[in-house]
């Protein structure tokens, strides 16, 4: 599929130093940031319709069952 689009002279520049730097076309480096980037979005997007499905309370009962107690040598940061 071709796409047709126009991006400022500025942002060009540095799409072209860094596909030269990286050693890639412009066009495979066009489609790894755009692909990243929608995953990103899809990413955010999934996450935010999961917290939707969340319940502050039934966290917080989780919460307060965790012992207040220090965790173990083997079990700390």
Known sequence: MNLNTEIPDALY????????????????????????????????????EKAKQGNWDKFKQVLNKVSEREPLDYDKL
């Open 13 to 48: 520049q540095q799409l072209e130093t860094l596909a030269n730097r990286e050693n890639l076309s412009i066009d495979q480096l066009i489609t790894i940031a755009l692909s990243a980037q929608i995953s990103a979005w899809m990413t955010k997007d999934y996450i935010e």
